[in-house]
């Protein structure tokens, strides 16, 4: 079981990215899926959901507006897009999976966002 997570680096404020989390040894589609995000010095937060085996979607009211979670079924992957980043953006982002069947629950390595002009 691996959550590799991509697309994560430097950009100004006001910019966009959009981080990938593929996931093999088992299906998103199945799992709760989050982001979560972890800056120096505070707490790990959750970012981001969607829920498995459907589209129900969650944010923290601090990125609603702004980040969007999505899921491609056939290329097993999780995504979260985000506009209009700000300084406080910044944290190292990991993806979550959830099973509330398997009580499964796996981690990414992390991805690490900058935002700074």
């Known amino acids: 079981v691996q959550l590799v997570e991509s697309g994560g680096g430097l950009v100004q404020p006001g910019g966009s990215l959009r981080l990938s989390c593929a996931a093999s040894g088992f299906t998103v589609s199945r799992y709760d899926m989050r982001w979560y995000r972890q800056a120096p010095g505070k707490e790990r937060e959750l970012v981001a959901a969607?829920?498995?085996?459907?589209?129900?979607?969650n944010y923290a009211d601090s990125v609603k507006g702004r980040f969007t979670i999505s899921r491609d079924n056939a290329k097993n992957t999780v995504y979260l897009e985000m506009n209009s980043l700000k300084p406080e953006d910044t944290a190292m982002y990991y993806c979550?999976?959830?099973?509330?069947?398997?009580?499964?629950?796996?981690w990414g390595q992390g991805t690490q966002v900058t935002v700074s002009s």
């Open positions: 969607i829920a498995g085996g459907g589209s129900s979607t």
């Open positions: 979550n999976g959830y099973g509330w069947v398997s009580k499964r629950n796996y």
